[in-house]
């Protein structure tokens, strides 16, 4: 089993920056391919990004490419979502999710093994 906790989460303004954090457990971390979700107050659970087993290739959802940055340390089993020029429309509760194996492009929450309990992110405008 794997068991993911997340951490970074707060209150900030629009343009700022926060980096969230995944740690995992397990000694297989590097078998799953890790990724991000959020979901926004009355909406639902939507993909932000995800990052292969190796770091080889990552994946970003359109309005979030170019601002945030998915990475992952095998070594430290944690993944990291660096979130630059925030918007009020990122505020919402980001989960770390474990999906085994090859990450396939168009995964949605359904499809992952494993899944943090969230932190929230509030963007203020």
């Known amino acids: 089993q794997v068991q993911l906790v997340e951490s970074g989460g707060g209150l900030v303004q629009t343009g700022a920056s926060l980096k969230l954090s995944c740690a995992a457990s397990?000694?297989?971390?590097?078998?799953?391919?890790m990724a991000w979700f959020r979901q926004a107050p009355g909406k639902e659970r939507e993909f932000v990004a995800a990052?292969?087993?190796?770091?080889?290739?990552?994946y970003y959802t359109d309005s979030v490419r170019g601002r945030f940055t998915i990475s992952r340390d095998n070594a430290q089993n944690t993944v990291s979502l660096q979130m630059n020029s925030l918007k009020p429309e990122d505020t919402g509760d980001y989960y770390c999710?474990?999906?085994?194996?090859?990450?396939?492009?168009?995964?949605?929450?359904?499809?992952?093994?494993?899944w943090g309990k969230g932190t929230l992110v509030t963007v203020s405008s």
């Open positions: 990052v292969t087993l190796t770091s080889e290739i990552t």
């Open positions: 397990g000694r297989t971390f590097s078998k799953y391919s």
């Open positions: 999710a474990a999906k085994y194996g090859t990450w396939r492009p168009g995964s949605t929450w359904n499809d992952m093994d494993y």
